[in-house]
Nanobody
Framework: QVQVVESGGGLVQAGGSLRLSCTAS????????MGWFRQPPGKEREGVSC????????YYADSVKGRFTISRDGAKNTLYLQMDSLKPEDTGMYYC????????????????WGQGTQVTVSS
């Protein structure tokens, strides 16, 4: 049974920081690129960041560049998203997902998804 579980969300004031974690089990972690997505209330889900299976390349949405950092720990089968200088527009449900397309595919190419963790940034 494959499980992808996010944690670390919460309520934070603008300018603050959060670190999200995503633990994957039941799959070979090193075979998958891992991505973070978010869905603001009433809006479509959007890609936030992706890290290739090797960890050699990372990708970020323009809206989060310079503020968010994605990383992975193969020994722990865990993906992280360090979020600094948070803004109210960062509010949304954040999802972790695994893909065999090594960050090159669309959202539909992500095979496994977590249930999400809520991030709320207050003004």
């Amino acid at each position: 049974q494959v499980q992808v579980v996010e944690s670390g969300g919460g309520l934070v004031q603008a300018g603050g920081s959060l670190r999200l974690s995503c633990t994957a089990s039941g799959l070979t972690f090193v075979r998958y690129a891992m991505g973070w997505f978010r869905q603001p209330p009433g809006k479509e889900r959007e890609g936030v960041s992706c890290i290739r299976r090797s960890g050699s390349s990372t990708y970020y949405a323009d809206s989060v560049k310079g503020r968010f950092t994605i990383s992975r720990d193969g020994a722990k089968n865990t993906l992280y998203l360090q979020m600094d200088s948070l803004k109210p527009e960062d509010t949304g449900m954040y999802y972790c997902a695994a893909s065999l397309s090594d960050c090159s595919g669309s959202q539909e190419r992500y095979k496994y998804w977590g249930q999400g963790t809520q991030v709320t940034v207050s003004s």
